[in-house]
């Protein structure tokens, strides 16, 4: 039995919900500071033009990865939760980075790495997993007992 309170109209758990806001949230941050390289690229006086363009475009683009997971998470596919997992792990180093300079990088290394910590533990929750469809090892029986076969049909 969960815990969370579950209406027939909206089945996802707020763990589910949590993550994906998490994940869409980082996304947003990476879009725009990809857009912020670009614009300092073009309009202002970087080292290399050329570097600080191509490196805006990069970040933006990047950005549809865990947008694009946080979407999949609230349509509750099973497949968003690979890049969503991907993308906190890929947060992590950064956050890290972050962490080892002296400057006012510092808070951002700290608050990227408890959004990708906290968003990470959403995604692990068994809640989730079910929410998902995922089933664990050796569960694929568990399935052809209940009739289910996860959320291939949505």
Known sequence: M?????????DRPRR????????????????????????????????NERQAVTGGITLAVLAL??????RGLL???GWSRGPAVI?????????YNLLQTDSASIP???????VAVTA????????TARALGIRGPGRA??????????????
């Open 120 to 127: 990470l533990v959403l995604l692990m929750n068994p809640a």
């Open 65 to 70: 990865l865990p947008m694009l997971a946080a």
């Open 75 to 77: 349509a509750r596919r």
């Open 16 to 47: 589910l919900v949590g993550a994906a806001a998490l994940t869409g949230l980082e996304g947003l941050v990476l879009f725009g500071g990809g857009i912020w390289m670009l614009v300092y690229g073009l309009a202002g006086n970087p080292d």
């Open 2 to 10: 969960s815990s969370e309170p579950q209406t027939p109209d909206d």
């Open 141 to 154: 029986d568990d399935a052809d007992k209940t009739g289910k076969t996860g959320n291939a049909g949505k």
């Open 108 to 114: 951002a290394g700290i608050a990227l790495a408890v």
């Open 87 to 95: 993308t906190q792990l890929l947060a992590l180093p950064v956050a």
